[in-house]
């Protein structure tokens, strides 16, 4: 298959670099025009995926035309924030039409939109528009290392070809008609991960962690049912799989953002240092609006916003979750 990725950062290079070893014909594009220059010169994404030699048949391009001529799928491996623009670029380039998988995980600021409604919004008449969620690093994936990921789309027939197209025996794909759901999962962990970190980082203990991530995965699947998700996808890969990794996983942005607010570092400073997008972050915000929307208590999530704002400090927003009024479960 022809896939074009969209995106050069570590997630985006690190998929091309696999389906190019997989036998697929890969291009790669970004607006960086530099950083595209420098890759495509080194063979290797030295600032965001260092130490991985590109296959040949895996190209990097400074034209989107270039880049999208034969393409079957186009694959976006931006952040959230940069996902609209390159869905209206594929509208400006007469690419609208191709077959889309988003690879990125949030909630769009100021629409609160899911990834896949974003492209859907933008390329309202294209019917195979779907995601790429799951418990995955990409340094594990650019080593070959084993993993499982989701590809879940409203159109069940395409995500079925699609699965069977690219399951490789490194990268395992599953297919899902919930695209709720696997959104909703991949993107909220994110916001459990920050939490864990805070707590890992302010030694509270693996008690606390295991309780976080507990309580994490039930606020995640309140959330996902009330927007019309299935609870079983919560049980699965791109639900408590992608949240356990992301918790715990020493590879995490979001729980190394955790991890330097317990230091007492300022957000800023955290987000420097990590030199990366921690799309949980930016989805917080959106979280708890769309929690209120549906009326759905989201007590982590309201008290990590709470610091974010800085009406609280990081002690406050464990001793503020512990002090909660006891219930059933």
Known sequence: MNITVIGAGSWGTALAIHFALHGHRVALWARNRNHIQTIEADRENKHHLPGFTFPENLTAHTDLTDALKDSE?????????GLRDSAQLLAEHNAGHLPVLTACKGFEQDTG??????VKEVLPDNNCIGLLSGPSFAQEL???????????????????????????????????EDVIGVAVGGSVKNIMAIAT?????????????????????????????AMGAQPKTMMGLAGIGDLILTCTGALSRNRRVGLGLAEG?????????????????????????????????????????????KELNPQQVVE?????????E
């Open 265 to 309: 570092k300022e957000l800023h400073e955290v987000l420097l240092e990590i030199g990366h997008v921690s799309e949980g972050v930016s989805t917080i915000e959106e979280v708890f609006n769309t929690a209120c929307k549906y009326q759905i208590d989201m007590p982590i999530t309201h008290t990590l916003l709470q610091l974010l704002r």
């Open 197 to 225: 970190g805070l707590s890992d980082g302010l030694e509270y203990g693996l008690n606390a962690r295991a309780a976080l991530v507990t309580r994490g995965l039930a606020e995640i699947t309140r959330l996902a049912v």
């Open 142 to 176: 650019a080593k070959q290392l084993p993993c499982a990921v989701v590809l879940a789309s409203e159109n069940k027939a395409w995500i079925e070809a699609l699965v069977g197209s690219l399951n490789t025996n490194v990268l395992r794909l599953y297919g899902s």
């Open 113 to 118: 939109l899911m990834a896949f409604q974003v």
């Open 320 to 328: 503020r979750l512990m002090d909660r009024e006891a219930r059933f």
């Open 73 to 81: 799928l186009v694959l976006i491996a931006t952040s959230v924030a």
